[in-house]
T-cell receptor, first 114, second 112 residues
Framework: SAVISQKPSRDICQRGTSLTIQCQVD?????MFWYRQQPGQSLTLIAT?????????ESGFVIDKFPISRPNLTFSTLTVSNMSPEDSSIYLC???????????FGPGTRLTVT | GENVEQHPSTLSVQEGDSAVIKCTYS??????FPWYKQELGKGPQLIID???NVGEKKDQRIAVTLNKTAKHFSLHITETQPEDSAVYFC???????????WGAGTKLIIKP
């Protein structure tokens, strides 16, 4: 399985500001995913990030609010822009194991917007 | 669209007893069914998965069963221990590049 790290692990931000979350994988992967998990809830897919192409966003999520970069096969960033308290959540990145079905998750970034 | 229902939402069992969590899916084309364990403050951890070409898979105290006809699959944990306390999520997908469709989660509490 892949080892995935995220930075920061947690942050408290003021409304109207932006936060960029980093996701680093210890091996090359084609597909990376960004999820949001609100307190006590299940996971909601924000977007799929493939290296070399634009991210694909799920219904309800837009690029202006959640811009994603995928500069290489081991790294991705998610920016939460113009934050409001409703953006308070856990943000998780995951990777698809190459040639397989398994998805592995990072430890998450706990964001609180005040 | 695809939907995955998970029951129960909370399960409390005595240490040493067995725990069973059930999920049903709606898309008959789904062929991959993973289970994740999420401890407080951590990301989901893949604990076991099953593909549609098998009916059961076991890994030590954990097993997953799949009934394709009924479109449901279950997680079985035997001889539960305090460290099994966590939230468990089931998911389903059509495999490969298709996204996972998640259940709502089950909070498993192991009573000493």
């Amino acid at each position: 399985s892949a080892v995935i790290s995220q930075k920061p692990s947690r942050d408290i931000c003021q409304r109207g500001t932006s936060l960029t979350i980093q996701c680093q994988v210890d091996s090359q992967v084609t597909m990376m995913f960004w999820y949001r998990q609100q307190p006590g809830q299940s996971l909601t897919l924000i977007a799929t990030a493939n290296q070399g192409s634009e991210a694909t966003y799920e219904s309800g999520f837009v690029i202006d609010k959640f811009p994603i970069s995928r500069p290489n096969l081991t790294f991705s960033t998610l920016t939460v822009s113009n934050m409001s308290p409703e953006d308070s959540s856990i943000y998780l990145c995951s990777v698809l194991s190459p040639g397989a079905y398994e998805q592995y998750f990072g430890p998450g970034t706990r964001l609180t917007v005040t | 669209g695809e939907n995955v229902e998970q029951h129960p939402s909370t399960l409390s069992v005595q240490e040493g007893d067995s725990a069973v969590i059930k999920c049903t899916y709606s898309d008959s084309a789904s062929n991959y069914f993973p289970w994740y364990k999420q401890e407080l403050g951590k990301g989901p951890q893949l604990i076991i998965d099953i593909r549609s070409n098998v009916g059961e898979k076991k890994d030590q105290r954990i097993a997953v069963t799949l009934n394709k006809t009924a479109k449901h699959f279950s997680l079985h944990i035997t001889e539960t221990q305090p460290e099994d306390s966590a939230v468990y999520f089931c998911a389903a997908s059509k495999g490969g590049n298709y996204q996972l469709i998640w259940g709502a989660g089950t909070k498993l509490i192991i009573k000493p």
